[in-house]
């Protein structure tokens, strides 16, 4: 494909369908838990406080509020007991957007920089329908941020930058170490982190980044790849349009294409890597897949996705 020219959808990200999304996310949420009300409650935390969540009860101290005392377990126990709640709280998710220039390569149906933006896309949607405020922070070519909102506006205001960013490609580069270390100031604890990346950036401090934003965040990272770092191409010689110009290579050989696969996904599979190994659950999508399923599962509360 050539990188200049910009077809919305398919080589440029476009504001319209992202917006449009909207009812693919909602239509599958439905289907999925219709019984459930994703209103405030979604999400529990652990503090304690006047809520709707019983937690425990402990021995009733003075100054507890009165209208919480726990009657059975004072009638047992012989002394008085409070009851502790769940208190609610409204959380937030930020979308972590990979802007490196390699993210805008695509052999398959888009490129891989328009179907990061399609699964933040459906994530922002499902996440504003559970009560979520959603944010959005770019690393790599350019280095931005959204302040989270809750609502259609966080979720317009979190897409519209997405957009934005598409529209202005730099050169700039940046350890994606680094962008885990600036999302970690910048997410509030106890908030949600989607990391959508090739993984070109990762770097050897990339797992304990990973280490560290997870014990601040519930961090999950979806991989999206293109069909040449999944499997090797058919036998042949190739062209590829790159800003400086037209590359050929000669890919006849199996030893041939097997280093051309490998060298494309070395950053996507040491990624992977440092995501098991600290623990962090992640799903891996290509240009030409529907994405909603690896979202859901990322989105999932109290699930660690493989």
Request: proline share 5%; glycine share 8%; hydrophobic share 45%.
């Amino acid at each position: 494909m050539n990188p200049r020219a910009a077809i919305e959808g398919v080589t440029a990200v476009g504001i319209a369908e992202l917006v449009s999304l909207r009812r693919h996310a909602l239509r599958a949420r439905a289907g999925s838990a219709r019984t459930q009300v994703p209103l405030a409650g979604t999400h529990a935390s652990p503090l304690r406080g006047r809520g709707m969540d019983y937690a425990e009860s402990r021995v009733y101290q003075p100054g507890d509020d009165a209208r919480a005392i726990d009657w059975r377990r004072t009638a047992r126990s012989g002394h008085l007991h409070t009851k502790l709640f769940r208190e609610e709280r409204e959380r937030s998710l930020l979308l972590l957007v990979d802007t490196h220039a390699s993210m805008r390569f695509g052999t398959r149906t888009r490129f891989k920089s328009v179907q990061a933006a399609r699964a933040a896309a459906l994530a922002a949607w499902s996440a504003a329908r559970s009560g979520d405020r959603i944010g959005a922070m770019a690393f790599g070519s350019l280095r931005d941020a959204v302040t989270p909102h809750g609502g259609v506006r966080g979720v317009l205001g979190a897409l519209g930058a997405i957009a934005r960013w598409d529209a202005q490609p730099g050169a700039a580069s940046e350890p994606l170490s680094a962008a885990l270390a600036r999302a970690r100031r910048l997410a509030h604890p106890g908030s949600r982190v989607l990391l959508l990346t090739d993984g070109a950036c990762t770097d050897d401090e990339t797992r304990v980044a990973l280490i560290r934003l997870a014990r601040r965040t519930e961090t999950r990272v979806l991989i999206v790849a293109d069909a040449l770092e999944l499997n090797p191409p058919p036998p042949g010689s190739y062209a590829f349009e790159t800003l400086r110009g037209r590359i050929g290579m000669d890919l006849l050989s199996a030893a041939a294409r097997l280093r051309f696969r490998d060298a494309l996904s070395h950053g996507q599979r040491a990624l992977i890597e440092a995501c098991d190994a600290s623990g962090t659950g992640w799903r891996r999508i290509s240009g030409s897949d529907d994405p909603l399923s690896a979202v859901a599962a990322l989105l999932e509360p109290r699930r660690v996705a493989r």
